[in-house]
């Protein structure tokens, strides 16, 4: 769901700690929401509600560990199109839309076309993805991949 631009406009400071305290911990207690934030607690649910029906709360979820979901290989992957109409881009998406492996795709600027976040269990599993998938695409020109060693830093889970 897109973010209404109306509510972005309307988003104060007790909204933005709010959006704060819940990136942190979205386990977090509407009492103890309430309590850190300055509001009453039904105060705070009913600014919490706005921000979800508006859109600047997308959900909630569990974030699991790559090793407890069978994650032993991640890649950044750049894809370059062979042709840049919207028709190919649309085909590619499709084709990556149904690959579990891919868990982001951007389409960026530059001399590439999308930038994909690959998870797989291992390189040889990697390997095939690549290969039989990605390198199957009848859309790809280019596939260059950033194998990840580690991550010293990640905030999207």
């Keep these: 769901m897109p ?3 109306q509510l972005m406009d309307q988003i104060d400071r007790i909204d933005r700690n ?3 305290e819940l990136t942190a911990d979205g386990r ?3 009492t103890e929401l309430a309590s850190r934030v300055g509001l009453s607690a039904s105060a705070c649910l009913r600014r919490v509600q706005a921000l979800e029906l508006g859109g600047a709360i997308l959900g909630y979820r569990a974030v699991v560990s790559p090793e407890a979901r069978g994650v032993g290989f991640r890649a950044y992957v750049a894809v370059g199109l062979s042709r840049h109409t919207k028709a190919e881009q649309a085909a590619f998406e499709a084709a990556v839309a149904k690959a579990p492996e891919v868990r ?3 389409n960026v ?3 590439i076309e999308y930038l994909l976040r690959v998870e797989c269990s291992s ?3 990697y390997k095939h ?7 199957a695409l009848a859309q790809v020109a280019t596939l260059t991949s950033y194998i990840v060693m580690e991550s010293p830093k990640d905030e999207r889970d």
């Excluded at 993805?129 to 390198?135: D, P, Q, S, Y």
């Design 3 to 5: 973010i209404n631009l």
């Design 18 to 20: 709010i959006l704060r």
């Design 28 to 30: 977090i207690t509407n």
């Design 104 to 106: 982001e795709c951007h």
């Design 109 to 111: 600027t530059g001399s």
């Design 123 to 125: 390189m040889a599993a």
């Design 129 to 135: 993805f690549h290969t039989e998938v990605l390198g």
